[in-house]
């Protein structure tokens, strides 16, 4: 849920063509949306970019069997390549750009590259296979973004007390843990909401009003 003190983070309201920025516009900040394959980002994106998002998926084919693992995925059928690009104005003068990456290890030379110059980064996680998630987790601690773990909730995802999933995670005790399912677009909302209010009251993002 969006804490209380959020409301100045809050998107504003979508343009009447949503796909060119207001004039008013006079900066963008840039936040990766990653996470192991299969966890979701390219739905989380979807789900908040006020423009059609920029999507780079490609049907999975023969050539991706033993490579990646397809278990508890049955109906999954394409992967994302290359990126997922979204905006979302956040305020009349700040945009917000979302760069969703592969998930894949094979992808992480790209991954590299897309998050240079990024605030932060919302990594996702899928409680179902929380394993999958640990190098990922790594490389964002190793590179030193700022990050909050979000858990897409699915319908047999299983719940911990906080405590155990951060001792499981192995994060630090400022690492936002925070909740949503990425296809709607209300709780996709809320997840970036507290994600930007904790970028803004650490100092890594400042607001311009």
């Not at 390219?42 to 023969?62: D, F, H, N, Y």
């Not at 992808?107 to 998630?133: K, N, T």
């Not at 030193?144 to 858990?151: D, K, L």
């Amino acid at each position: 849920m969006a804490s209380a003190n959020s409301a100045e983070a809050a998107p504003a309201e979508v343009p009447a063509d949503p796909q060119y920025l207001p004039s008013s516009v006079q900066g963008a900040v840039k936040i990766l949306v990653t996470g192991p394959f299969g966890v979701g980002k390219t739905t989380l994106v979807g789900s908040l970019s006020e423009i059609t998002p920029l999507r780079t998926e490609e049907t999975m084919t023969a050539a991706s069997s033993g490579v990646d693992d397809l278990s508890g995925r049955g109906d999954k059928t394409t992967t994302t390549v290359a990126l997922d690009f979204g905006r979302i104005t956040l305020n009349p003068r700040l945009a917000l750009y979302l760069f969703g990456t592969p998930g894949q290890q094979r992808f992480w030379p790209l991954w590299e590259d897309l998050s240079r110059g990024a605030l932060g980064a919302i990594a996702m996680v899928d409680l179902r296979r929380p394993d999958e998630s640990f190098e990922v987790l790594g490389r964002l601690e190793e590179q030193r973004i700022p990050f909050a773990v979000a858990v897409n909730v699915f319908p047999d995802t299983p719940t911990y007390p906080e405590e155990e999933l951060r001792s499981a995670l192995d994060v630090l005790p400022e690492v936002p843990i925070l909740y949503c399912d990425a296809r709607d677009r209300r709780q996709s909302y809320d997840l970036l909401i507290d994600f930007v209010d904790h970028l803004h009251r650490t100092s890594v993002l400042e607001l311009q009003g």
